[in-house]
């Protein structure tokens, strides 16, 4: 299945599109909010991770309605080494199925990870993330999905 596209500011007022990472592996994950404490543990998951993850070919974005300082202050509080893209009006986090039902009967931003290959296909899709470990599950999927790719004489 194709990704998405989108076309999101970053934390820095760069606009993002898919075709940004055409040819590189993308972790695309979705988060309900920055600085709360199930989604620093992933996002600390991911950093802690990030460095064998750029050595596959793969760069990590991660993706809520926050808005660009609220994605500054978290990236420096837990110094975070990769991409956070702010989706004000949900129209990403909804393309891509990450916005339902909540706990209480609330609908929000459900934790979702997409990893992405090189030609923009989604070849994993991770529901209901558990935020704890997220990176190394990651990373054990990515090599998995990349073994299985054949290569091109």
């Given amino acids: 299945m194709k990704a998405k596209n989108f076309s999101l500011k970053d934390q820095d007022d760069n606009i993002k599109t898919l075709a940004d990472f055409k040819g590189s592996w993308?972790?695309?994950?979705?988060?309900?909010?920055?600085?709360?404490?199930?989604?620093?543990?992933?996002?600390?998951?991911?950093r802690d991770t990030n460095d064998e993850l750029i050595a596959l070919g793969a760069q990590v974005v991660g993706i809520s309605k926050d808005d660009q300082d609220s994605h500054r202050?978290?990236?420096?509080?837990?110094k975070l080494n990769f991409t956070l893209l702010s989706d004000p009006s949900g129209e990403t986090i909804e393309n891509y199925g990450a916005w339902g039902p909540k706990m209480f009967g609330?609908?929000?931003?459900?934790?979702?990870?997409?990893?992405?290959?090189?030609?923009?296909?989604?070849?994993?899709t991770y529901g209901r993330v558990k935020s704890a470990g997220h990176g190394e599950q990651i990373l054990r999927d990515l090599e998995q999905l990349q073994s299985s790719v054949p290569n091109e004489a």
Wanted: charged fraction near 30%; proline fraction near 7%.
């Fill in 26 to 46: 993308l972790v695309l994950y979705f988060y309900p909010k920055d600085d709360t404490p199930s989604c620093t543990v992933e996002a600390c998951s991911l």
């Fill in 73 to 78: 202050k978290f990236k420096a509080k837990h």
């Fill in 106 to 124: 609330r609908e929000g931003i459900l934790r979702k990870t997409f990893i992405i290959n090189p030609e923009g296909e989604i070849g994993k």
